[in-house]
């Protein structure tokens, strides 16, 4: 059985839509699409914190978004800065990255900002299911991390009530990654067909390696050949 890590610092009010994605997202206003406010992103994180449903396969992380495809690049960090406090974000190939809870950032309304200019960009939190270190995932685990993230969305969202968990989405880096996956089922094993998509419904980038697989009743088993960037839920 597979064992899911529950990351607790860090942003965390996800979500996407349809076929391509996963629950209802908050996004962090920008003023002048220059800063965000770190008080905004915080309260996000409050909100999965205090959620007192099942979200131990579930992991939480916070998206800088260009509205520009292609604009965030490598080496693009998010500057946490207040009166006395100040540090840095680092992102994964996704944009993604921890937000630490800092009571003395929140106090002094601190503000959170690219290290470099990158145009107008949004922040999002984003809710995905975590990865394992031997790349092995059975499909009843993959279906129960799909329903607590399902399970919060309808927590948020009232119009994700009506919708249910139909699979989980890999999303793979665009270069130097083995994009393999294959299924392991009692009558034998296959690869799955790999697509370029968006890894969370609405994102400009939509050139990732993606694999899309859909829950049956038959048990199975996912195993990548190198680790995905995030599996994220889909709902219908």
């Known amino acids: 059985m597979m064992r899911f890590a529950h990351v607790t610092t860090c942003a965390c009010f996800l979500a996407t839509a349809s076929l391509a994605a996963a629950q209802a997202h908050a996004q962090v206003q920008v003023p002048g699409a220059e800063w965000a406010s770190y008080r905004d992103a915080y309260r996000a994180v409050v909100v999965f914190e205090k959620y ?29 800065k207040g009166k006395t406090v100040q540090t840095s974000l680092a992102f994964d190939a996704l944009g993604r990255g921890v937000l630490p809870l800092i009571k003395t950032a929140y106090d002094e309304n601190a503000v959170l900002a690219p290290n470099r ?14 990865t394992q270190a031997d790349n092995t995932y059975e499909a009843a685990d993959l ?3 799909c329903q607590q993230a399902l399970d919060f969305a309808r927590h948020t969202d009232a119009g994700a009530r009506s919708r249910q968990c139909v699979g989980v989405r890999l999303v793979f880096p665009k270069k130097g990654s083995d994009t393999t996956v294959r299924l392991r089922r009692l009558d034998g094993e296959a690869a799955l067909p790999v697509a370029q998509g968006a890894a969370f419904a609405g994102d400009a980038d939509a050139d990732f390696p993606v694999v899309n ?24």
């Open 213 to 236: 697989y859909r829950f049956g009743s038959e048990r199975a088993q996912l195993v990548t050949y190198s680790a995905p960037l995030a599996i994220v839920p889909l709902f219908e």
């Open 52 to 80: 007192g449903g099942a979200k131990t396969l579930l992991q939480n992380q916070l998206q800088l978004l260009p509205r520009e495809k292609g604009v965030l690049g490598e080496g693009v960090q998010l500057i946490l």
């Open 143 to 145: 279906r129960a991390a």
């Open 117 to 130: 200019p990158i145009g107008p960009f949004a922040l999002r939190a984003r809710v995905g299911i975590a």
